[in-house]
C-alpha cells in the first residue's frame, strides 16, 4: 500500500515534469533566483508553480510537509479517490490564485509575491491536511455528505475505516488488493442500495430517506468485522457470486478483474451501471456501464489501458481503439481524475451459490468514452 501512496504523491506533486518550455524573456533571472534549480534540474519542470517549488529550499520544505500531510491522509482513507481527486483540483486552483495562469513563465517582478503567495497557501494546506476532521467536510459524494451531516454516522465510519484498514494491513499484497478492491465494491453496492448514486448536487433535505439505510449498512459491516475478531479471511474474499445477474454482478465482475491486474495502482472503479441482460436457467448475458476514474497518469495505448480499461484509446476524440493494443504504444496520457466509461456485455454462469462471472478480462469493450478531469 505505501508504495501506492508515495507513487500518487509524486504524480500529484509534480504533475508535468517533461519537457519545460519557458516563455518569455525572464526565464534566466527567475532560475537565477531559485539556488536548487540546478541542482534538482527544475528545467525539466512544465508548470511555472512547481518549478519555484523545486528550486526554492523555503517552498521545497513546505512542499515536503504538504506531501507528509497528503500521505497522512492518503493512508487513514480506504477510499482514495475523493482525496486524490481533491489534491489535483487544489494544485490547479493554488497556481491560479497566486497569479499563474497556464505554462506562463513567473515575471522576474512578480517573483517574490509568487513566491510569498505559494509559501502561504501550501503551508495552509498541510495544517488542514493534517486535521483528521478535514476527511469528512471533504467528502463530495451523496452518501459522505449524509454521513459527515451526522456526528454520530461520521464516527461510525472512521472506526469501520481504520478497523478495515487493519484487517487488510495482515494480509499479503495479492489478497491485500483483493481486499481494497472489495471495499471498495460494498461502498458502491451501498450507494446503489439506498438509492444515493448520482445525488451529489442534491440538498441534504432531500436525502433524508436514505440514512436509514446508511445506519444499518455500516452497523452490518461493523458487526460482521467485529465477528471476525481480527480475522481478515473472514470478512474478505468470502463471496465468490453474485445473488441476481444484474448491477452488483457486474461490479462484482470488474471488481475482480481490477484486482487481479492491480489496476488499482491506476484507476478506481467509481460507477457501475446494468444496461441490458438476457438470462435463462443455467446463463446469463449482462451488458455493463463501467466509470472509472484515473488515480495516477497512463499511456492511453499501453498495457494498463488495454488490461484495466479493455481498450486503447484515440487521446484526441476520447474513443476507443480497440485494434491498437497490439500494434503500437501511446506518449498521450490520462491526467489525474480523467473519467473513462466503457461498455462491455459479461458473460455469468449459474452456480449452488449464485452467478458466477465467466470473464477474465475487460477486453473487448463494445463502446467507450473518455472524458473529465485535466
Not at 451523496?142 to 484498514?165: F, H, K, M, R, Y
Amino acid at each position: 500500500m505505501r508504495s501506492i501512496v508515495l507513487t500518487v504523491l509524486a504524480l500529484l506533486a509534480w504533475p508535468a515534469a517533461s519537457g519545460f518550455a519557458q516563455s518569455g524573456t525572464s526565464a534566466p533571472s527567475i532560475a537565477g533566483r531559485l539556488p536548487l534549480f540546478s541542482k534538482n534540474n527544475c528545467q525539466a519542470i512544465r508548470d511555472p508553480g512547481n518549478q519555484l517549488v523545486c528550486g526554492d529550499a523555503e517552498l521545497s520544505a513546505a512542499a515536503e510537509k504538504l506531501s507528509t500531510a497528503v500521505e497522512a491522509r492518503l493512508a487513514r482513507l480506504p477510499d482514495r479517490l475523493p482525496a486524490i481527486e481533491e489534491n489535483a483540483v487544489w494544485n490547479r486552483q493554488r497556481n491560479l490564485g497566486c497569479g499563474i495562469v497556464g505554462q506562463t513563465a513567473v515575471r522576474a517582478e512578480d517573483f517574490d509575491r509568487v513566491k510569498t503567495c505559494l509559501l502561504k497557501v501550501t503551508e495552509e494546506r498541510a495544517a488542514i491536511l493534517r486535521d483528521p476532521d478535514f476527511d469528512c467536510l471533504a467528502a463530495n459524494t451523496a452518501a459522505g455528505a449524509l454521513i459527515c451531516a451526522d456526528p454520530a454516522l461520521a464516527l461510525t465510519e472512521t472506526e469501520l475505516n481504520s478497523q478495515v484498514l487493519g484487517l487488510i494491513g495482515k494480509l499479503d499484497p495479492t489478497a491485500a488488493r483483493f481486499a481494497f478492491a472489495e471495499y471498495g465494491r460494498w461502498t458502491r453496492e451501498r450507494d446503489r442500495k439506498c438509492n444515493l448514486v448520482g445525488k451529489e448536487n442534491v440538498p441534504l433535505e432531500e436525502l433524508g430517506s436514505a440514512e436509514a439505510c446508511l445506519v444499518d449498512d455500516l452497523k452490518r459491516r461493523a458487526d460482521e468485522i467485529a465477528a471476525a475478531k481480527g480475522d481478515p479471511k473472514k470478512v474478505f474474499g468470502r463471496q465468490v457470486a453474485a445473488r441476481e445477474p444484474d448491477t452488483d454482478a457486474v461490479d462484482f465482475c470488474a471488481a475482480r478483474i481490477h484486482a487481479a491486474n492491480s489496476c488499482g495502482n491506476f484507476l478506481r472503479i467509481n460507477r457501475v451501471y446494468a444496461l441490458d441482460s438476457q438470462v435463462t436457467d443455467q446463463e446469463a448475458q449482462v451488458t455493463g456501464e463501467i466509470e472509472m476514474v484515473v488515480l495516477a497518469p497512463f499511456a492511453t495505448c499501453s498495457k494498463v489501458a488495454s488490461t484495466c480499461t479493455g481498450t486503447c484509446w484515440d487521446a484526441a476524440t476520447g474513443l476507443p481503439r480497440p485494434g491498437a493494443a497490439n500494434k503500437e504504444r501511446s506518449a498521450a496520457a490520462f491526467n489525474v481524475t480523467r473519467r473513462l466509461r466503457i461498455q462491455r456485455t459479461f458473460a455469468f454462469v449459474k452456480a449452488a451459490d449464485g452467478w458466477r462471472c465467466r470473464e477474465d478480462e475487460l477486453a473487448p469493450v463494445n463502446a467507450g468514452t473518455a472524458n473529465g478531469g485535466s
